[in-house]
């Protein structure tokens, strides 16, 4: 299946936590990292967090708002809430695969 993120390459993972963070509501990155390890137990490092703010803003997919006490939030864009919608369902169907992929063989009826 392709789909229109083959033309940024591979749709890291962090760029799916930061999505799913910014889809609730605009952060900076400290709170997008605090967020993201408490809904998926993943600690993101700065270095990850901020290469991945840069490409999702190149993308469109975010934007940064108005510095705040030397924060600079991000908010999500509604072609990022669309990509991560299609990422989403993308991640659900491979789930059901791999999901009724690894399910024990019934044995074959006699």
């Not at 890291?12 to 609730?24: G, H, W, Y």
């Not at 390890?37 to 490092?45: N, Q, R």
């Not at 997919?61 to 990022?80: C, D, H, K, N, S």
């Amino acid at each position: 299946m392709h789909t229109k993120f083959d033309e940024s390459g591979r749709f890291a993972d962090p760029s799916v936590l930061i999505l799913t963070s910014l889809a609730e509501s605009p952060k900076h990155g400290y709170a997008i990292m605090t967020d993201v390890a408490e809904f998926s137990g993943v600690a993101m490092e700065p270095g990850t967090l901020y290469g991945a703010l840069a490409r999702l803003e190149r993308q469109g997919w975010i934007t940064p708002m108005a510095t705040e006490v030397r924060r600079r939030p991000y908010q999500i864009t509604a072609a990022g809430r669309s990509v991560l919608a299609q990422q989403l369902q993308s991640m659900r169907e491979i789930a059901r695969v791999g999901q009724a992929r690894t399910r024990p063989a019934r044995p074959a009826s006699a």
